[in-house]
């Protein structure tokens, strides 16, 4: 029998963000806590996945744009690739969590991404937050398990209650359910058990 897909968690920050994680500098409100890191994992392996947590990492200064303090999405996925294929396991998943404001060229934002039937994933957290820390983790496990389904070739779902229903917004995200719902989890199969 197959065994679940696994992910590998890869928290990509900011310096700002990493500062934040090791306890130091100033509070930033969508800056994660160790605690939470691991909460948006337990919530990814709830779902039936097998998942690994790396350790954190500064992200790429290269993928950083000084015109528009914002960081851009390629350098990143370079970066993901890289540290996915040292883990050399094939099956593997790597979903990227950072506090980044991200964008991919022609957009103004994304708030997470991935490759469709690939391998990558991304999620940030800058546009998520609303002052209330137990609701931007939340998101970021929906937002997360999202993007992990496209990976395994899940596309939107018109089920509101459904994890894959596209967030527009803040208020779609939190409306959303947090799980797969029967059809989708019909086609991701043995991925989750
Ligand atoms: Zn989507
Ligand atoms: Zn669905």
Redesign the pocket.
């Known amino acids: 029998m197959a065994m679940a897909t696994r992910i590998a968690v890869l928290p990509l920050l900011t310096p700002e963000g990493a500062r934040r994680l090791e306890g130091q500098g100033a509070h930033l409100s969508y800056a994660f806590s160790k605690a939470e890191l691991s909460s948006v994992a337990a919530g990814i392996r709830e779902a039936g996945f097998s998942v690994v947590l790396l350790p954190a990492e500064t992200l790429p200064a290269e993928a950083f744009n000084p015109a528009r303090r914002q960081w851009q999405s390629t350098p990143i996925f370079h970066f993901a690739r890289k540290r996915l294929e040292a883990l050399g396991e094939l099956q593997t998943r790597l979903l990227v969590l950072t506090d980044a404001d991200i964008y991919e060229p022609g957009l103004s934002f994304t708030g997470g991404m991935a490759e469709l039937g690939g391998k990558l994933a991304l999620v940030s957290l800058a546009r998520l937050q609303s002052g209330d820390r137990a609701k931007l983790v939340f998101r970021a496990k929906k937002e997360g398990l999202?993007e992990l389904g496209?990976t395994l070739g899940l596309e939107?779902c018109r089920d509101r209650d459904c994890v894959m229903f596209?967030s527009r917004s803040i208020a779609d995200s939190d409306i959303k359910g947090s799980a797969f719902c029967t059809k989708c989890r019909a086609v991701l199969g043995r991925a989750v058990k």
Do not use: A, G
Request: charged share 0%; no cysteine; glycine share 0%.
């Open positions: 999202h496209h939107h596209l």
